[in-house]
Protein backbone atom coordinates (compact mmCIF):
# COMPACT_ATOMS: atom_id res chain seq x y z
CA UNK A 1 0.00 0.00 0.00
CA UNK A 2 1.29 3.55 -0.88
CA UNK A 3 1.64 6.14 2.11
CA UNK A 4 1.36 9.52 2.43
CA UNK A 5 1.79 10.44 5.57
CA UNK A 6 2.17 14.48 6.39
CA UNK A 7 3.63 15.59 9.34
CA UNK A 8 -0.31 17.48 11.30
CA UNK A 9 -3.49 17.28 11.34
CA UNK A 10 -4.13 20.26 12.77
CA UNK A 11 -1.83 23.43 12.83
CA UNK A 12 -2.78 26.69 14.64
CA UNK A 13 -0.32 29.38 13.69
CA UNK A 14 0.09 32.88 14.44
CA UNK A 15 -0.07 35.73 11.70
CA UNK A 16 3.78 36.13 10.50
CA UNK A 17 4.75 33.35 11.70
CA UNK A 18 7.12 30.96 9.61
CA UNK A 19 5.12 27.42 8.38
CA UNK A 20 6.43 24.21 7.78
CA UNK A 21 4.00 21.42 6.34
CA UNK A 22 6.17 18.03 5.74
CA UNK A 23 4.77 15.25 3.46
CA UNK A 24 6.69 11.90 2.94
CA UNK A 25 5.81 8.97 0.71
CA UNK A 26 7.18 5.42 0.57
CA UNK A 27 6.74 4.11 -2.54
CA UNK A 28 9.38 5.56 -4.57
CA UNK A 29 7.50 8.50 -6.63
CA UNK A 30 9.23 10.76 -8.95
CA UNK A 31 6.08 13.84 -8.73
CA UNK A 32 5.14 15.15 -5.55
CA UNK A 33 2.36 17.85 -5.10
CA UNK A 34 1.16 20.26 -2.59
CA UNK A 35 -2.58 21.79 -3.04
CA UNK A 36 -4.82 23.72 -1.23
CA UNK A 37 -8.18 22.35 -0.71
CA UNK A 38 -11.30 25.81 -0.19
CA UNK A 39 -14.85 24.81 -0.43
CA UNK A 40 -16.38 25.56 -3.94
CA UNK A 41 -12.31 26.02 -5.22
CA UNK A 42 -11.72 22.26 -5.49
CA UNK A 43 -7.70 21.57 -5.29
CA UNK A 44 -5.89 24.36 -6.10
CA UNK A 45 -2.29 23.26 -7.26
CA UNK A 46 0.30 25.61 -4.94
CA UNK A 47 3.70 23.63 -5.95
CA UNK A 48 4.87 20.10 -7.94
CA UNK A 49 8.02 18.79 -7.92
CA UNK A 50 9.16 15.91 -10.54
CA UNK A 51 12.16 15.48 -9.16
CA UNK A 52 14.13 15.66 -6.47
CA UNK A 53 15.68 19.33 -5.60
CA UNK A 54 13.27 20.48 -9.04
CA UNK A 55 9.97 22.22 -8.27
CA UNK A 56 7.78 24.05 -10.54
CA UNK A 57 5.44 26.70 -9.81
CA UNK A 58 1.45 25.47 -9.61
CA UNK A 59 -1.48 27.88 -9.97
CA UNK A 60 -1.18 29.54 -6.68
CA UNK A 61 2.54 29.60 -5.58
CA UNK A 62 2.44 33.05 -3.98
CA UNK A 63 3.48 33.46 -0.03
CA UNK A 64 4.31 29.96 -0.69
CA UNK A 65 7.71 28.06 -1.15
CA UNK A 66 8.89 24.56 -1.49
CA UNK A 67 11.59 22.13 -0.65
CA UNK A 68 12.66 18.78 -2.05
CA UNK A 69 15.74 17.65 -0.83
CA UNK A 70 15.54 14.20 -0.59
CA UNK A 71 12.89 12.17 -3.22
CA UNK A 72 10.72 10.37 -0.71
CA UNK A 73 9.86 14.28 1.26
CA UNK A 74 8.21 17.48 -0.17
CA UNK A 75 8.01 20.04 2.14
CA UNK A 76 5.43 23.68 2.17
CA UNK A 77 6.77 26.57 3.51
CA UNK A 78 4.55 29.55 4.15
CA UNK A 79 7.25 32.13 4.46
CA UNK A 80 5.31 34.63 6.51
CA UNK A 81 1.67 33.11 7.41
CA UNK A 82 -1.13 35.26 6.96
CA UNK A 83 -4.92 34.41 7.63
CA UNK A 84 -5.83 33.97 3.78
CA UNK A 85 -3.99 30.97 4.35
CA UNK A 86 -5.71 29.10 6.34
CA UNK A 87 -7.42 25.83 4.41
CA UNK A 88 -7.23 22.60 3.84
CA UNK A 89 -3.23 21.49 2.47
CA UNK A 90 -3.30 18.27 1.01
CA UNK A 91 0.25 16.34 -0.09
CA UNK A 92 -0.07 13.98 -3.35
CA UNK A 93 2.77 11.69 -4.50
CA UNK A 94 2.22 9.95 -8.42
CA UNK A 95 4.38 7.71 -10.18
CA UNK A 96 5.98 8.99 -13.53
CA UNK A 97 6.44 6.56 -16.73
CA UNK A 98 8.96 7.28 -18.57
CA UNK A 99 8.72 7.05 -22.30
CA UNK A 100 8.64 9.31 -25.39
CA UNK A 101 6.25 12.12 -24.06
CA UNK A 102 5.68 10.11 -20.77
CA UNK A 103 3.01 9.14 -18.72
CA UNK A 104 1.53 10.31 -15.40
CA UNK A 105 -0.24 7.90 -12.76
CA UNK A 106 -2.54 7.77 -10.07
CA UNK A 107 -2.12 10.30 -7.28
CA UNK A 108 -2.04 9.42 -3.65
CA UNK A 109 -3.46 11.72 -1.19
CA UNK A 110 -2.08 12.50 2.18
CA UNK A 111 -4.43 13.01 5.38
CA UNK A 112 -4.55 16.67 4.55
CA UNK A 113 -3.53 19.32 7.27
CA UNK A 114 -6.01 21.42 8.49
CA UNK A 115 -4.35 24.56 8.85
CA UNK A 116 -5.77 28.11 10.68
CA UNK A 117 -3.79 31.13 10.67
CA UNK A 118 -5.17 33.42 13.99
CA UNK B 1 -0.26 25.92 -17.46
CA UNK B 2 -3.54 23.76 -17.48
CA UNK B 3 -7.09 24.90 -17.07
CA UNK B 4 -9.52 22.06 -15.82
CA UNK B 5 -13.18 23.33 -15.39
CA UNK B 6 -15.86 20.85 -13.83
CA UNK B 7 -20.06 21.18 -14.61
CA UNK B 8 -22.27 20.53 -12.28
CA UNK B 9 -21.16 22.14 -9.11
CA UNK B 10 -23.82 19.92 -7.93
CA UNK B 11 -26.08 17.08 -8.34
CA UNK B 12 -28.93 15.28 -7.17
CA UNK B 13 -30.56 12.38 -8.37
CA UNK B 14 -32.66 9.23 -6.75
CA UNK B 15 -31.44 6.50 -6.37
CA UNK B 16 -31.41 4.36 -9.28
CA UNK B 17 -30.66 6.94 -11.41
CA UNK B 18 -27.75 7.86 -13.65
CA UNK B 19 -25.14 10.11 -13.24
CA UNK B 20 -22.91 12.58 -15.45
CA UNK B 21 -20.26 14.87 -14.08
CA UNK B 22 -18.43 16.89 -17.54
CA UNK B 23 -15.32 18.54 -17.40
CA UNK B 24 -13.12 20.32 -20.05
CA UNK B 25 -9.70 21.04 -20.52
CA UNK B 26 -7.22 23.18 -21.97
CA UNK B 27 -3.42 21.73 -22.50
CA UNK B 28 -3.38 19.78 -25.35
CA UNK B 29 -0.37 17.92 -23.91
CA UNK B 30 -2.54 16.24 -21.24
CA UNK B 31 -2.63 12.80 -21.35
CA UNK B 32 -4.20 11.65 -18.13
CA UNK B 33 -7.46 12.11 -16.90
CA UNK B 34 -8.47 10.49 -13.11
CA UNK B 35 -11.36 11.13 -11.20
CA UNK B 36 -11.21 10.76 -7.87
CA UNK B 37 -13.98 10.85 -5.10
CA UNK B 38 -14.04 12.34 -1.89
CA UNK B 39 -16.08 11.46 1.10
CA UNK B 40 -16.75 13.80 3.87
CA UNK B 41 -13.30 13.91 6.30
CA UNK B 42 -11.81 11.61 3.76
CA UNK B 43 -8.70 11.59 1.67
CA UNK B 44 -9.54 11.96 -2.39
CA UNK B 45 -9.14 8.58 -3.84
CA UNK B 46 -9.10 7.51 -7.63
CA UNK B 47 -12.15 5.51 -8.79
CA UNK B 48 -11.72 5.62 -12.41
CA UNK B 49 -9.04 7.38 -15.05
CA UNK B 50 -8.31 7.24 -18.78
CA UNK B 51 -5.47 8.02 -21.01
CA UNK B 52 -5.32 10.41 -24.19
CA UNK B 53 -5.13 7.29 -26.35
CA UNK B 54 -7.87 5.53 -25.53
CA UNK B 55 -11.98 7.19 -25.73
CA UNK B 56 -14.08 5.48 -23.05
CA UNK B 57 -13.44 2.85 -20.14
CA UNK B 58 -15.83 1.28 -18.04
CA UNK B 59 -15.77 -0.49 -14.78
CA UNK B 60 -19.08 -2.16 -13.22
CA UNK B 61 -21.47 0.97 -12.85
CA UNK B 62 -18.81 4.00 -13.87
CA UNK B 63 -17.91 5.09 -16.99
CA UNK B 64 -15.09 7.51 -18.66
CA UNK B 65 -15.49 8.93 -22.04
CA UNK B 66 -12.83 11.60 -23.45
CA UNK B 67 -13.17 13.63 -26.51
CA UNK B 68 -9.51 14.59 -27.21
CA UNK B 69 -10.62 16.96 -30.14
CA UNK B 70 -12.78 19.09 -28.27
CA UNK B 71 -10.90 18.95 -24.95
CA UNK B 72 -13.71 16.94 -22.69
CA UNK B 73 -14.40 13.78 -21.06
CA UNK B 74 -17.24 12.53 -18.46
CA UNK B 75 -18.18 10.54 -15.55
CA UNK B 76 -20.86 8.57 -16.02
CA UNK B 77 -22.26 6.60 -13.14
CA UNK B 78 -25.15 4.38 -13.48
CA UNK B 79 -27.37 2.96 -11.14
CA UNK B 80 -26.58 5.10 -8.50
CA UNK B 81 -26.35 4.48 -4.75
CA UNK B 82 -26.83 6.18 -1.84
CA UNK B 83 -23.00 5.53 -0.54
CA UNK B 84 -22.16 7.21 -4.29
CA UNK B 85 -22.89 10.55 -2.25
CA UNK B 86 -19.35 12.19 -1.93
CA UNK B 87 -17.62 15.29 -3.80
CA UNK B 88 -15.96 13.95 -7.31
CA UNK B 89 -13.17 15.52 -8.70
CA UNK B 90 -11.74 15.56 -12.16
CA UNK B 91 -8.22 16.05 -13.27
CA UNK B 92 -5.89 16.44 -16.14
CA UNK B 93 -2.24 15.72 -15.97
CA UNK B 94 0.97 16.10 -18.70
CA UNK B 95 2.98 15.72 -15.05
CA UNK B 96 1.28 18.48 -13.41
CA UNK B 97 -2.22 17.12 -12.05
CA UNK B 98 -4.65 19.70 -12.24
CA UNK B 99 -8.34 19.65 -10.23
CA UNK B 100 -11.46 21.15 -11.56
CA UNK B 101 -13.51 22.77 -8.44
CA UNK B 102 -15.60 19.36 -8.06
CA UNK B 103 -19.18 18.04 -8.08
CA UNK B 104 -21.01 17.27 -4.60
CA UNK B 105 -23.61 14.87 -5.68
CA UNK B 106 -26.03 13.55 -3.26
CA UNK B 107 -28.26 10.32 -4.41
CA UNK B 108 -31.54 10.19 -2.75
CA UNK B 109 -32.87 6.88 -1.36
Known sequence: DVKVTQSSRYLVKRTGEKVFLECVQDMDHENMFWYRQDPGLGLRLIYFSYDVKMKEKGDIP??????????????LILESASTNQTSMYLCASSLWIRGRTGWDTEAFFGQGTRLTVV | GE?????????????????????????????????????????????????????????????????????????????????????????????DMRFGAGTRLTVKP
Open chain 2, 3 to 95: NVEQHPSTLSVQEGDSAVIKCTYSDSASNYFPWYKQELGKRPQLIIDIRSNVGEKKDQRIAVTLNKTAKHFSLHITETQPEDSAVYFCAASSN
Open chain 1, 62 to 75: EGYSVSREKKERFS
